[in-house]
């Protein structure tokens, strides 16, 4: 793997730490900590679903409440993909 953990010095748009990585699961650990964890893997699944679902819209610069919104009037936009 020696390749994949020396990209960032080939490759400019490879970040130099997982920063992001580690921020994306920050608040399901911390939420987890903190109320002891999901009652249900159903409402656990629930959750993962709507924060991933924000997590990429906010790192894609959308207006979050206005996502949430368009959502539950059954029009949620979609993720740009790469």
Same mark, same amino acid.
């Not at 920063?19 to 399901?28: C, D, G, K, P």
């Given at each position: 793997?020696? !390749?994949?953990?020396?990209?960032?010095?080939? !490759?400019?748009?490879? &970040?130099?730490?997982?920063?992001?990585?580690?921020?994306?699961?920050? =608040?399901? @650990?911390? @939420?987890?900590?903190?109320?002891? +964890?999901?009652?249900?893997?159903?409402?656990? !699944?629930?959750?993962?679903?709507?924060?991933?679902?924000?997590?990429? =819209?906010? @790192?894609? +610069?959308?207006?979050?409440?206005?996502?949430?919104?368009?959502?539950?009037? +059954?029009? &949620? &936009?979609?993720?740009?993909?790469?």
């Amino acid at each position: 793997y020696t !390749d994949d953990v020396w990209r960032f010095a080939t !490759d400019p748009g490879v &970040p130099f730490t997982n920063n992001l990585a580690e921020q994306a699961v920050r =608040m399901s @650990k911390v @939420k987890q900590k903190v109320s002891g +964890g999901f009652r249900t893997k159903k409402g656990a !699944d629930a959750y993962c679903i709507i924060h991933s679902y924000l997590a990429t =819209m906010h @790192k894609q +610069g959308a207006n979050l409440f206005h996502a949430l919104i368009l959502t539950f009037q +059954g029009q &949620p &936009p979609q993720p740009r993909l790469a």
